[in-house]
Every structure is written in C-alpha cells, then in structure tokens.
C-alpha cells in the first residue's frame, strides 16, 4: 500500500517537473534558439509521466479514500504549472497516516 502512494509521489512531481522544464526550457529553446529538439525529447518525456500519473491517480482512488470529486481535482492538477507538486503534501499526509496504522 505504502509503495503505491511512494510511487504516486514519484510520478506526481517528476511529471510536475517535466511539465515545467517543458514550459520554462524546452518551450523557449524551441522557439527563441531555434532548438525544436528540445521539446521532442522533453515532450516525449513529459507525455510519457502524465500517461503514468493518469494510470497511478486512478489505480490510487480506493487506497486514498477519494472522492470523485479528488479524483477530479487530482487529474485537473497534472494540466497546471506546479498542480502536482502542491498535492505532494496531502500525498504524504495520507502515506505517514497508512504508515501509523501499519
């Protein structure tokens, strides 16, 4: 149980992270240095972690108790600049609770 959550975490902010390298680094290198490179690695990349946290959020519903409602509001997070990385903290409540009771 507590390596799912530990996963979602590690998805969650390195799809978080990938997001913003896109937008902050690969974005302007493709369109201010002429560097499209950039963002099809980058891309691939980011496109790859969101399929991932996609899966993992949905594979995480019952174990995290949501509510459809923070379902939805834990997917709307991946389409937002640090969406997922604010969420981390409510992630890693939940995990040192599940911890507590093991």
Request: hydrophobic share 60%; aromatic share 12%.
């Amino acid at each position: 149980m507590i390596n799912k959550i530990r996963a979602l975490r590690l998805i969650g902010i390195s799809e978080g992270i990938s997001f913003l390298v896109l937008l902050l680094i690969a974005m302007p290198l493709k369109y201010y240095f002429d560097f499209p490179l950039a963002v099809r690695w980058v891309g691939l990349a980011h496109g790859v972690l969101f399929i991932a946290y996609v899966v993992i959020v949905l594979a995480s519903i019952r174990l995290m108790k949501w509510t459809w409602l923070q379902v939805a509001i834990n997917l709307v997070a991946s389409l937002l600049p640090f969406g997922t990385l604010f969420l981390d903290k409510s992630w890693k409540q939940r995990e040192q609770e599940l911890v507590k009771h093991s």
